[in-house]
């Protein structure tokens, strides 16, 4: 009499059916994964390169604008940190207005910022001016003159930055020159291994960027013409 098979190897062979299939869905699932971040990884490395291309695009124009126009003394630009500074000398002493060269300089390369915000539309600009620690002995009210009024070096270096901005923009639409914003920081940020009474801390420093949705996002708290200290 043969032996009847055992119900205990049915339910045996079930359950290692089930856990096989288990076992290639979790499989399948982690595959899915790592091709997804995969993707994720590649996506964000393609935006990164469009981004740091935008910038060092206009970075190296305006590099080779300066040297063609031999304005390196007034302005030079850092292309490792995508800044430009025009050095103390673009502005009369104790004043907020640009000299006529300088003026001349930036206005050559308007056609370059122009094409950089436009092309990019995360792309931002902030210009910030720096003084000495020199401070303020009288109240400057003369406008016409000074291209401002001030009585400290915050505002001072706050007009500086709005001065070089209007220079930069020119005729650029208002909706999209909101993307070049001021601020000024007086004395406060000294240049690296300088006196703060050094004459080179007088300064207005362009830095170029493009940021991500949530820079942008909290950048525009800043606003257009905001000043911070």
Known sequence: MKDKPSEWVAISDLMAGVLAVVMLLLVVSVLQKAVSELRY???????????????????????????????????ALDTRTHRLTLRDGVFERGSACLKPEVTTAIAEARNEIAHFLLDTPS?????????????????????????TVYDDNFTLSAARAREARLALIGALDPKVARRVVVAGYGESRPLPGLDP?????????????????????????????????
């Open 123 to 147: 792309a931002r600009i902030l210009v910030e001016g720096y003084t000495d620690n020199i401070p303020v002995k009288h109240e400057v009210t003369d406008k016409k003159r000074f291209c």
């Open 41 to 75: 990884q590649g996506e964000l490395a393609k935006l990164k390169g469009s981004k740091d291309d935008a910038v060092v695009k206009v970075t190296q124009a305006l590099n080779a604008m300066i040297s063609q126009r031999g304005t390196a003394g007034l302005m």
């Open 197 to 229: 009474g050094d004459s080179k801390n007088r300064r207005v420093e362009v830095q170029f960027m493009v940021e991500d949705a949530g820079q942008h996002a909290a950048s525009t708290n800043i606003g257009n013409g905001a000043t911070s200290g």
